[in-house]
């Protein structure tokens, strides 16, 4: 059973900066594809970005495209999302998910196994 646990969010400016972790108890992260997807309130939530297993590939939403950054170090089995030029809109509660497929990432929601409970990131002045 694998279990994911996201880390630092907090409160940025406009502008700023702030890198997400994702790390696991249980199985580890090295047979999965992971994903960041968020959630506004009284939105649905929403695919970010995506990184194969291997980390050879990685899947961005273009709202974050060129801003945000996912990576993998799978010998601390833990995904980051480097998070820069943060905007107001950016707000939400952000997860990370787990995804057992070979190659390749998804943005759909359903596909995903587990999921981590979620860290608040708000951009405010």
């Known amino acids: 059973q694998l279990q994911l646990v996201e880390s630092g969010g907090g409160l940025v400016q406009p502008g700023g900066s702030l890198r997400l972790s994702c790390t696991r108890s249980?199985?580890?992260?090295?047979?999965?594809?992971i994903s960041w997807f968020r959630q506004a309130p009284g939105k649905e939530r929403d695919f970010v970005a995506a990184i194969t297993r291997r980390g050879d590939s990685t899947d961005y939403a273009d709202s974050v495209k060129g801003r945000f950054t996912i990576s993998r170090d799978n010998a601390k089995d833990t995904v980051y999302l480097q998070m820069n030029s943060l905007k107001p809109e950016d707000t939400a509660v952000y997860y990370c998910a787990a995804d057992r497929r070979f190659s390749g990432t998804s943005r759909t929601l359903s596909v995903y196994d587990y999921w981590g409970q979620g860290t608040q990131v708000t951009v405010s002045s």
């Open positions: 249980g199985s580890t992260l090295d047979y999965y594809a």
